[in-house]
């Protein structure tokens, strides 16, 4: 699988550590920066990753900062994009079971390293319920009257 990472500074640390760990897996990472924990503004690494996956460059995206919030905003502005802020393997779960997430967003600085991975691994490793979800999944991408 192909995974787009972007992080700001404040969700660094983890990304780098994610990116080694996806590439333990097989996984090909496609690192769209930053490349410091130097302060910088996180549009400038999250959108290119999203666009990354919107057209068909990367499977999966996954995106980091301090509390994740921001990442999510920015990915789920690009068309076709469903990226879910996730802080518990349960959250990671029903992203992608129920709402066929293609990116997540992990806080750095609310979720332990160890948590991180794990989500990481359920994202990558759970299958999208369909039915009814499918429904209201189709219906995110109507257009807004």
Excluded at 36 to 48: G, K, L, M, Q, V
Excluded at 92 to 102: G, K, T, V, Y
Excluded at 120 to 142: N, T
Aim: with cysteine.
């Amino acid at each position: 699988m192909i995974v787009a990472l972007g992080s700001d500074h404040a969700g660094y640390a983890h990304k780098e550590a994610v990116q080694v760990h996806l590439r333990s897996l097989g996984h090909t990472v496609l690192d769209c920066g930053t490349d410091s924990a130097e302060a910088c503004d996180y549009p400038d690494f999250i959108r290119p990753a999203a666009l990354a996956v919107a057209n068909g460059e990367a499977d999966r995206g996954i995106v980091f900062g301090g509390s994740g919030n921001g990442e999510a905003i920015v990915a789920n502005r690009v068309a076709g994009i469903r990226c879910a802020v996730c802080w518990s393997e349960e959250t990671a779960i029903l992203a992608r079971r129920h709402n066929d997430a293609n990116m997540i967003s992990l806080g750095e600085r609310l979720v332990p390293l160890e948590t991180a991975l794990r989500i990481v691994d359920l994202f990558l490793s759970e299958p999208f319920d369909g039915g009814r979800h499918a429904r209201r999944i189709a219906k995110i991408d109507e257009p807004f009257a």
